[in-house]
Each structure stands twice: as C-alpha cells, then as structure tokens.
C-alpha cells in the first residue's frame, strides 16, 4: 500500500499502491503527516500503481496538500493514472495539485 522510496531532510517521496479508498486512507493518514511532521514538508506521491482514487482518498490528498503547505512545502502527485486524473478532474481538483510525469521532474521543481 505505501512505500517510502527516499527521505532527504526535506523531501520524502512515497509510492501508492492498489486502491485509494475509505479503508487505505485511514490506514495512510497518519503515515503521511508523520512524515510531514518530522520535517518532510515536500511530499512525492508515485501514483504508477494506484488504480482507483475514491472520495476518501481525495480527502486525504486534500489534508496532506493543506499541511504540506502550512510547513512551507508542497504536495506532488507523480504519475498520475489515466482513471486517477479523470476523477481529480471531474471532482474540479485537477489544477490543485502540482503534477509530474515521474520522480526526478518533482524532485527538481520541489527542491529547485
């Protein structure tokens, strides 16, 4: 479900897996803002193998943007599935979230 790929003193990038419903947002919740609260503040979410994205888990990514951006950081979604950016769009979020093809262009414009 979740697998923190690096950690830099800022930066934490972390790839998703499977289905990000009801269940796997409570169970990523307090991961993810662990890792904010530890000095995290730009967080890279790898979204390859995330297959579908419910109203829970968009909460979720809303909360995470919200304190990512109170500690003076950011949220970046990487990879975004076809049927993941569909929902993003359709719920109006699209163009809320910094998005990327893959790691290394977050990365960039996070710490550039």
């Known amino acids: 479900m979740i697998e923190i790929i690096e950690k830099t003193e800022a930066l934490a990038v972390v790839a998703l897996r499977g289905r990000l419903d009801s269940a796997a947002a409570r169970a990523l919740e307090t991961p993810l803002?662990?890792?904010?609260?530890?000095?995290?503040?730009?967080?890279?979410?790898?979204?390859?193998?995330?297959?579908?994205?419910?109203?829970?888990?968009?909460?979720?990514?809303?909360?995470?943007?919200?304190?990512?951006?109170?500690?003076?950081?950011?949220?970046?979604?990487?990879?975004?599935?076809?049927?993941?950016?569909?929902?993003?769009?359709?719920a109006g979020f699209a163009p809320h979230f910094r998005r990327y093809a893959d790691v290394a262009a977050a990365r960039a414009a996070l710490e550039g």
Do not use: I, M, Y
């Open 33 to 90: 803002e662990d890792l904010v609260q530890a000095g995290h503040r730009f967080v890279v979410l790898d979204f390859t193998a995330v297959t579908l994205l419910a109203s829970d888990g968009l909460k979720l990514l809303l909360r995470l943007e919200a304190l990512c951006r109170k500690n003076d950081g950011a949220l970046a979604l990487v990879a975004v599935p076809e049927g993941v950016l569909v929902v993003l769009e359709l």
